[in-house]
């Protein structure tokens, strides 16, 4: 398998992470957190309880994703 290269911000392939983050915006944003250290510690918690089913549906996106870029 060849790696593609391309830039780090480009728009039209995100990053693999991109689709976990309304699963950690809605869990996070109910409960109120006094520093960073809290934060961080609390959005570990978060995805260390996802489980691997919706790490496996984050990278379906991404390779759909990536397949609709090579097409085009």
Sequence with gaps: MKALEHHTQSPDLVPAN???F???KST????????VTALIKNATEELKMLSQNVFQECLR?????????IVA
């Design 28 to 35: 996070l944003k109910v409960r109120p957190f006094c520093d």
């Design 18 to 20: 991109f689709y976990l």
């Design 61 to 69: 996106h991404l390779y759909s994703r990536y397949q609709k870029c």
């Design 22 to 24: 309304p699963l950690l």
